[in-house]
């Protein structure tokens, strides 16, 4: 039997070109149950707000118990520090803790299990080492945290969304596949949740 998890958007990211930039930051998304996981930690501008946000759930920053950053780009890992309370580390494909490194799944495309209901797995492609986090939901199915694998749902439409800021474009195609086929709803690096389209589940498969 599953355990049951709740899922917490702290902040609903979001990516817009603008003149000379790119103005972006990341969902940020706890996992709560018997055991409290916060997914990507926003840039270090977001410090007060995660604190602030995370007080109107009844979290401190100090009962975290697992820190998981689908990747390595500033705007996900801004706030490690806030939770060195946590058992681990994992962004990307390093696992640590302090100043311990842990040999990690992930190179061998294993999965890092954390019990029957979450799961965490390598989706390489915006960069050469992105994961992914999946929970089993009675409510929702299977939701998946994917990094900037997907950028926003209108990404599925306009591909040039996640082309133009992909390390691997071909492996990234794979990696967006392997989750189509997993979620029925997805938590993108910069954009709400939103429920796979059973006319791409159905190409998909």
């Known amino acids: 039997m599953c355990d049951r998890y709740e899922i917490l958007i702290l902040k609903e990211g979001y990516s ?9 930051d990341c969902s940020i998304t706890i996992i709560r149950g018997t055991s409290i996981i916060i997914v990507d930690v926003g840039n270090p501008w977001d410090k007060e707000y995660i604190i602030s946000k995370m007080k109107e759930f009844d979290i401190l920053t100090n009962e975290i118990n697992l820190v998981v950053c689908t990747h390595c780009h500033s705007d996900h890992v801004g706030n490690l520090n806030l939770f060195l309370n946590a058992d681990k580390h ?11 490194f842990f040999e990690g799944p992930f190179i061998k495309n294993d999965n890092f299990k954390i019990n029957e209901t979450i799961n ?14 999946t929970i089993k939901t009675i409510d929702k199915g299977n939701i998946i945290i994917s990094g900037d694998i997907f950028e926003k749902l209108e990404d599925l439409n306009d591909p040039i969304l996640w082309q133009r800021n992909s390390f691997d474009i071909d492996l990234q195609t794979l990696s967006r596949n392997k989750i189509l086929k997993l979620a029925d709803h997805i938590i993108p690096g910069h954009g709400p949740m939103f429920m796979v389209p059973v006319n791409v589940k159905r190409a998909i498969n």
């Open 120 to 133: 965490i797995f390598s989706t390489p492609g915006h960069t050469d080492a992105d994961i992914s986090v």
């Open 90 to 100: 994992i962004v990307g494909h390093d696992i640590s803790c302090v100043d311990m």
């Open 16 to 24: 817009n070109i603008c003149d000379g930039y790119q103005k972006a």
